[in-house]
């Protein structure tokens, strides 16, 4: 039982985890590209907002939109799958 109730928790802290990395991920770091010339989109994002290029500025925002809180919907519906009591 207690192997059982172990690997449950362990599950919900990797679940959080793993959603956190996924939104770090996808966040746009402009600092960490300029410093060490990484492209990125963080680069891409600066440019374009240099260059005026608003679709790509509207593209960018939309992918930080959807990414960001897909991550936390899988993080709960994981930590729900693993433990059902947080549904409420």
Do not use: C
């Amino acid at each position: 039982m207690t192997g059982q109730m172990a690997l449950a928790t362990a599950l919900l802290i990797s679940a959080g985890l793993f959603t956190r990395s996924l939104v770090n991920v996808s966040r746009v770091d402009l600092g960490m590209e300029q410093v060490f010339n990484w492209p990125g989109m963080g680069r891409l994002a600066w440019q374009a907002a240099l260059d005026r290029d608003y679709p790509v500025l509207l593209g960018i925002t939309l992918v930080a939109a959807l990414v960001i809180p897909a991550g936390h919907m899988l993080k709960e519906a994981t930590q729900v799958a693993v433990n059902p009591q947080l549904a409420s």
